[in-house]
């Protein structure tokens, strides 16, 4: 009769992550493995590295301006806590500005 029981179980909060912050930041961490990656490639290239290299970056940056927007919505998620969103936002703003920083010295030098 005990194990057909209901146990009471209790609730502190209704809240849970936000999976929309946990993809976010996964997407960024991703972001800037790549980013690493292909520094590493270029500083061992002397610079000299294909077209399919600048393509692949350009990409890279447009995933890196969408993930900002899509932390950036993560946040707005009023039944989840706050963390990973928050995570996400800081995250995507760094790749956001490796990838765009990158491409903007481009231009410059």
Known sequence: MLSRRKRNRYKFTEKKQSKK??????VAVI???VYI???????????????YYG?????????SLA????????LFDEESFMTFPRLAVFFSL????????????????
Do not use: K
């Open 94 to 109: 760094i790749a956001l500005i490796s990838w765009g920083g990158t491409y903007v010295m481009g231009f410059i030098l």
């Open 55 to 63: 393509s692949a970056g350009i990409l890279m940056l447009g995933i």
């Open 37 to 51: 990656v292909f520094l590493n490639a270029a500083f061992r290239g002397n610079g000299n590295l294909s077209m």
């Open 21 to 26: 912050g946990i993809a976010a930041l996964i």
């Open 31 to 33: 972001s800037e493995i």
């Open 67 to 74: 993930d900002f927007g899509f932390a950036i919505r993560s």
